[in-house]
Every structure is written in C-alpha cells, then in structure tokens.
C-alpha cells in the first residue's frame, strides 16, 4: 500500500517518525510532506534532518511541489496526517483550501474518499479547532487526537509513542505488534 504521512509544526512529530518506520518494516510504500515549521520541530524534538528523513521514505517532497504526483486525484494513495494537524493545516483542509502539497494532498484524499486520518495533538483546542475537526470528520476524515492508552502499562515514552502509532496503524489496516490489546 503506499501511504502519506504529512508531518507540521506542531509538537508530536514522534509518532510521524514512529510511523513511517512502523510502515516501512511491514513493506508499505511510504511518501512524506513536510511543512516548513515541521522541520524545525523534527529537528528539535527527533534530531530529524531532511537528509535523514528522505533515507526513510520512498519520496520526501517539497511541501511547495503542487504538481507533485499526490496532488493528483488519479494517483491511488492513502493520506495519514502525522505529527498534528491543529494548527493553521487542519483550518486549511476544513476550508477546501489547498495552498501547499500537504493541504492538496489531503483534499484529494477526502475527494477521492479515501483514508484521511487526522492526529492532533494540540491542547487544549479552543471553538473553532473543534469546529474544523468537526467539518472535516463530516467529511470523511478520522480524527484521532494524540490521546495514548494506559491500559497497556506503558513503561517508556516508546511504548506511549508506539500505543498511538499501533491506533494508527489499525486504522490503515496495518498489521503490527506495537501495543498489548485489551482483553478484559
């Protein structure tokens, strides 16, 4: 399956990062999109490096390249929102307008009624980003703030990453062995 991870600039980076590995190790195709001040937030909480990015996805696009080929409703791909989507990128999707590659591509994934898995991880969220993540879900996208489970018994900050990485996962369809499940 190939599948992109859009990453912004909002705290939470880890479980893009998480995620693409986790996507990479079980053989999906894995495209990324970056906004500008998700690079500094890679860069401050991972020590993530553009250059160190592109050696773990298949392509690493420029957030400016609206031509690129998930701008395009013909190309089959999912969309996963990676890192958060609260701030000024979720407003944009909510409001149809596509003023970078990731936004673009977002679009397309809810024209084309295909997976869009927004990850907020701001808060507290005041009116108006419930009223966009409200719009969006409306529309067709999930909505899975960075909420991570404790009834696994996290142990590190890993296993908390890997709890919300698995929830991700599970609603791409992707097998994994991220989180002991609950069973009653």
Known sequence: MKIVVGITGASGSIYGVRLIEVLRRAGHEVHAVVTQSGWQVLDYECGVSRE???????????????????????????????????DETAGSIAHGISDNLLTRAADVALKEGRPL????????????HLENLLKLAQTGARIMPACPGFYHRPQTLDDLVDMMVGKICDMLGVEHQLFARWQG
């Open 52 to 86: 160190s990015l592109a050696k773990q996805v298949n392509v690493l696009y420029d957030v400016e390249n609206i031509s690129a080929a998930i701008a395009s409703g013909i190309i089959p791909y999912g969309c996963h929102g990676g890192g958060a989507l609260l």
């Open 117 to 128: 898995i927004l990850v907020p991880r701001e808060t507290p969220m005041h009116a108006i």
